[in-house]
């Protein structure tokens, strides 16, 4: 049976050298890289990649992403680096990522990452973020986050859900104090603090660091 929506998907993927020409079925792809190709957009027949784990559309112009793409089900990478999104795409609510980078975007919200409970690597580093409260649910399994260089004043509203983290970069952005709540980063291995405006430190934190270093 001729199937238009994969024979417009593969014509389109073709054009940018995306896939071999040996590919037959859509179930065959499980890895796409479609960086620095200066896309616009992405086809909505994108959805149909049901066997898709890993996605690269890092380096292009993209602002948006197409609403086929929540039944991307196999979906656990997925790279939107240096685009120019305003606000994360809708569709990210509905996948299973392990793994999102979208540094280097324009964004200045995270809070619909509530429902990615799986993810365990996030990267929101140069953006243009000033304020974050609790972004993932408490159950989540977050052990990488880069949110660094963006412009952020605080930290401690969103420190007590992320007890399972253990690489943290908040480095340059804008923060004066290192509150209390540091102690709920029970298994952090990397802090990185740098480049910060930092005046304040609570005493919470000199007990929580001799704490990691028995």
Not at 100 to 117: E, H, P, V
């Amino acid at each position: 049976m001729y199937d238009y929506e994969w024979d417009r998907l593969k014509t389109w993927l073709n054009q940018y050298g995306a896939i071999d020409d040996s590919i037959e079925s859509p179930d065959s792809i499980t890895r796409l890289d479609l960086s620095a190709q200066s896309l616009k957009e992405l086809p909505d027949f994108i959805g149909i990649l049901s066997n898709l784990t890993a996605l690269n559309v890092s380096n292009n112009n993209l602002t948006s992403l197409p609403d086929s793409m929540k039944h991307l089900s196999s979906l656990k990478n997925l790279d939107l680096r240096r685009n120019s999104f305003d606000i994360l795409p809708e569709c990210i609510r509905f996948l299973s990522l392990g793994s999102l980078n979208i540094s280097g975007n324009r964004l200045t919200d995270i809070s619909a990452l509530q429902s990615c409970k799986e993810l365990r690597v996030l990267d929101v580093s140069s953006n243009i973020i000033a304020k974050v409260s609790n972004f993932l649910p408490m159950n989540n399994e977050l052990r990488t986050l880069n949110i660094s260089s963006n412009l952020l004043k605080e930290m401690g509203s969103f420190l007590p859900s992320l007890t399972h983290l253990e690489r943290f970069n908040i480095s340059s952005n804008l923060l004066v104090e290192i509150p209390k709540e540091i102690e709920s980063l029970n298994s952090i291995v990397e802090l990185d603090l740098s480049s910060n405006q930092i005046k304040r430190v609570d005493s919470a934190f000199l007990t929580w660091m001799l704490k990691l270093l028995i």
